[in-house]
């Protein structure tokens, strides 16, 4: 459960860099935006321990008072994503090791080991510290666990990597036949007879081999996994009561943890999200997001603990935001689930590798766009107190599987230029548009409650997930599959006699040889779409052609089909086809398997719906630059205005959010 009455508000506290006079205007300016929860103490390590078991607590017990004097919460970290220098003079081998053998000095943040057992014993000993200290300290109401995992260090290539490598391996495959087996090492002479000759996928002369680089991203995203669960106990001794939360960064560039294995070892999801620059839709990415991270949540709310009020500073060019963007894109996480919304940082820092990133007061101060949109925010958020706790409504589940996106990302692949994200991307942008309310799920969840499944470019599937799948069709429901999915299994061997592999039957058909299209080629469809990135020589087993292929190697082929399997209905894309042609294809799909979207709504407006107990809150953002004009129930009531709605339909400007209290549908 989320700390606290209403949406939390705040952002990344750092006021270690700054003299205490300071503190106390960021505390009354805190007050002013409607602040209420802060978090603290996130890269003070070498401020909190200055040696080896020496403490100073001095600095941190002034700002817990502080806060807790004025009314707010924090959310207090251990300060391990940033071991001291003092640290690394003592165990220099503690230090990472790139693929190629580098090895890389301290001297900015996240630069360990993730397997050195130094490091654990230091971060477990500064956490116990901090935990033992603050456990009962009123201020503070969560827990932060360490800082974005494996944002800098999700791999290291060191010997001790290698050895916990190999004991995960063994603890896995409990003897070598069975890993040989596994990871196909008959290939290339690779087989092994002692586990010492196992390494870590380290740059070699041409391609490694899958298996072995699948098992490695898996053991790194373990490796970490089990650095935050020993955190988490240490805490959970010295404080039993106080959430723990860790930030994923469920974004467009990190995938090195599975956030499958991780979500249910927290107490609260949270989240940290940042715009790309160049995206020019960028609010799909959040809603993306949102969506994903609500999953993971389990369905129930969770925290953004980061995103920007301005432009970040580690892309080639950083965007600022344009007028209104930092109000939509708040509210727009808040619309997918989120109970708090918080900012890297809360003042612009003036030293440091982040003096360029924006801040919740910049440095222009408080006459500035930025903190009157921050003032505003907060009492935006204090209006909408009551969306606390509801949850999402979909009847549309995309599959989502990191394991999938590690595999289909290997290289030597039919094609470089299949990218998991932008296949799932491509499918979710369409019911985006379309107000179609989506959940992710891993491929072996309870579908239950679905009406309609999807499953783009599910390369990676094992027997189970495949099973659990094809079941759901047969059981009812609709199953829709993208290209080059069901492939391979879990050991990422190909399975044999035809592909989309474990879909073949479901789908009733089967294909003998991919024809992946290059980089600016299209081929023509019936019905007059065109298609690119991929074909496929699929022959009808069962299944009947919807559209097929009217130009290139493959005309006459069928692109796209669909079967009745049990009792449900199952479609093949076997290709990418133009936005608007896969846009009319999903309607066809979701309309057939009875799927509405959350409200009709104009081109440019974002609809999404949060279910409360006696309560449907209906979010329109208006994405656009022309007003819309929407339907609501003649009992509504808008939020954020407090105003009753009349006579049934709400105005919503060009750029601007509305969010409606309506009675509970069915
Ligand atoms: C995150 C990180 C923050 C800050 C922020 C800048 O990755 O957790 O500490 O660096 O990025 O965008």
């Not at 935990?131 to 300290?137: F, G, I, L, S």
């Not at 708090?340 to 360029?356: D, L, M, N, T």
């Not at 995309?398 to 996106?405: E, G, K, M």
């Not at 993208?482 to 391979?488: D, I, L, M, W």
């Amino acid at each position: 459960m989320i700390p606290g009455h209403g949406i939390a508000y705040g952002g990344d506290y750092n006021p270690e860099q700054w003299p205490e006079e300071v503190w106390h205007e960021d505390v009354r300016l805190m007050r002013e935006a409607g602040v209420t929860m802060v978090s603290v103490g996130i890269f003070s390590w070498a401020l909190l321990e200055p040696a080896e078991g020496e403490y100073d607590f001095s600095r941190m017990d002034r700002i817990l008072d502080l806060l807790h004097e004025n009314g707010i919460a924090a959310d207090l970290a251990t300060p391990t994503a940033a071991p001291p220098a003092w640290f690394f003079r003592a165990h220099p081998e503690a230090l990472p090791v790139d693929r190629d053998g580098r090895g890389l000095s301290y001297g900015s943040r996240q630069t360990f080991c993730p397997s050195s057992p130094a490091y654990r014993t230091a971060a477990l000993r500064i956490a116990r510290a901090v935990a033992e200290r603050y456990a009962d300290h009123p201020a503070v109401e969560m827990w932060h666990v360490h800082n974005e995992y494996g944002c800098h260090n999700a791999e290291c290539y060191c010997e001790v990597s290698a050895e916990a490598f190999r004991g995960w391996l063994r603890a896995k495959y409990e003897n070598l036949a069975a890993l040989n087996e596994a990871w196909g090492t008959t290939f290339w002479s690779q087989w092994y007879y002692d586990w010492d000759e196992i390494i870590p996928p380290r740059a070699t002369g041409a391609v490694p081999n899958p298996t072995h680089q699948l098992d490695w991203r898996r053991f790194c995203s373990d490796e970490l996994l089990s650095l935050y669960k020993a955190e988490r106990e240490v805490l959970r001794t010295a404080a039993p009561s106080i959430p723990a939360t860790t930030n994923f960064m469920v974004m467009y560039n990190f995938d090195a943890l599975d956030y499958w294995r991780w979500a249910p070892e927290l107490d609260v999801v949270s989240n940290d999200h940042y715009l790309r620059s160049t995206d020019p839709e960028s609010q799909i990415d959040i809603a993306l997001s949102g969506d994903l991270v609500r999953s993971l949540a389990g369905g129930r709310p969770w925290f953004l603990m980061e995103h920007s009020t301005g432009a970040v500073n580690w892309q080639p060019v950083n965007r600022a935001k344009t007028a209104g963007e930092l109000r939509r894109n708040a509210l727009a996480h808040v619309a997918r689930g989120a109970d708090g919304i918080a900012y890297f940082q809360w003042r612009a820092a003036k030293a440091g590798a982040e003096q360029w990133h924006s801040a919740m007061l910049p440095h222009a101060g408080t006459d500035s766009q930025i903190w009157r949109d921050v003032v505003a925010l907060g009492a935006d958020l204090k209006a909408l107190a009551e969306v606390r706790g509801s949850t999402g409504t979909a009847s549309v589940a995309v599959v989502w599987d990191w394991n999938a996106r590690w595999a289909l990302e290997l290289p030597s692949q039919p094609s470089e230029q299949v990218r998991y994200l932008d296949q799932i991307r491509s499918w979710y942008e369409p019911l985006w548009r379309a107000g179609i309310a989506v959940d992710f799920v891993r491929p072996d969840a309870d579908l239950s409650a679905y009406r309609l499944v999807l499953a783009p470019s599910l390369y990676l599937v094992d027997e189970a997930g495949a099973a659990n799948l094809t079941s759901f069709a047969e059981a009812g429901g609709t199953l829709a599959v993208g290209f080059h999915s069901g492939a391979v299994d879990e050991n990422s061997h190909v399975r044999l006699g035809g592909y989309p592999g474990a879909f073949r039957h479901a789908l009733g058909v089967r294909t003998d040889e991919l024809f992946p299209l290059l980089p600016g080629e299209s081929v023509e469809l019936s019905g007059g779409g065109t298609a690119s990135l991929w074909s496929e020589r699929v022959a009808l087993a069962g299944a009947e052609a919807v559209t097929s292929y009217t130009s290139g190697p493959l005309t006459g082929v069928p692109a796209v089909t669909r079967h009745t399997h049990g009792t449900g209905t199952t479609w093949y894309v076997a290709t990418q086809p133009d936005p608007a042609t896969l846009a009319a294809l999903l309607d066809r799909i979701r309309g057939e398997a009875g799927v509405e979207p959350v409200r009709v709504t104009p081109e440019g407006v974002e609809a999404a719906l949060r279910r409360g107990e006696d309560a449907d809150y209906l979010f329109l953002i208006n994405h656009g630059d022309r007003e819309a004009e929407i339907e609501v129930s003649a009992e509504a009531t808008e939020l954020l205005t407090a105003k009753r709605v009349l006579e049934g339909s709400v105005h919503v400007p060009p750029g601007d959010v509305v969010v409606i209290r309506e009675p509970r549908s069915a």
